[in-house]
């Protein structure tokens, strides 16, 4: 089954502690994306790749990284998170960067 | 900076009672508008993509539509199962992708 998997779909950490939210799509995905969606603000773009070692930047990077050293991969790394970046995350794969198809998401708490 | 505004933020209809959402945008140099349904805890799920004023798509009892400042989502007769937030984002030609903040359809039988 095409599908975007993401893992962990709950997390909840301390503040300070590096975590990381693994991406993983079997459709051959040229693009790569990562939101976050918030309650009154809709999804906002953190990072985005084009392809395997091309990234960049999204309109909220602050806080996160990405690599994309697979085509299938794109994780996700919050290095310091904070109680800020407690929100739903969504990981998406392109063919073309147009009709994204989305992950089931990972809900992350920082207390 | 490119903005998608949607309205109303909320809509409650009865079963089989028509309705249009809106998506208004402003952008520098529109690539492609697209419609995403999400349910409750659940990923957005790709409905349409409209590339140029006066295009039109259809897919059962929705029906997206574009024109140089705004999209509108048509729902025809809609049932309890279309009862969602409808998404609408905006692509410019950078490979971001902006959202709006969505419209929430409550569907009563």
């Known amino acids: 089954e095409a599908q975007v998997t993401q893992n962990p779909r709950y997390l909840i950490t301390v503040t300070g502690k590096k975590l990381t939210v693994t991406c993983s799509q079997n459709?051959?995905?040229?693009?790569m994306s990562w939101y976050r969606q918030d309650p009154g603000l809709g999804l906002r773009q953190i990072y985005y790749?084009?392809?395997?070692?091309?990234?960049d930047k999204g309109d909220v990077p602050e806080g996160y990284k990405v690599s994309r050293k697979e085509k299938r991969n794109f994780p996700l790394i919050l290095e310091s998170p904070s109680p800020n970046q407690t929100s739903l995350y969504f990981c998406a794969s392109s063919l073309t960067g147009y009709g994204y198809t989305f992950g089931s998401g990972t809900r992350l708490t920082v207390v | 900076e490119d903005q998608v505004t949607q309205s109303p933020e909320a809509l409650r209809l009865q079963e089989g009672e028509s309705s249009s959402l809106n998506c208004s945008y402003t952008?520098?140099?529109?690539?492609?508008l697209f419609w995403y349904r999400q349910d409750p805890g659940k990923g957005p799920e790709f409905l349409f993509t409209l590339y140029s004023a006066g295009e039109e798509k259809e897919k059962e009892r929705l029906k997206a539509t574009l024109t140089k400042k705004e999209s509108f989502l048509h729902i025809t007769a809609p049932k309890p199962e279309d009862s969602a937030t409808y998404l609408c984002?905006?692509?410019?030609?950078?490979?971001?992708?902006?959202f709006g903040a969505g419209t929430t359809v409550t569907v009563r039988a």
């Open positions: 984002a905006v692509r410019t030609n950078d490979y971001k992708l902006s």
């Open positions: 459709m051959n995905h040229e693009y």
């Open positions: 952008v520098s140099g529109l690539r492609g």
């Open positions: 790749s084009m392809n395997v070692e091309v990234t």
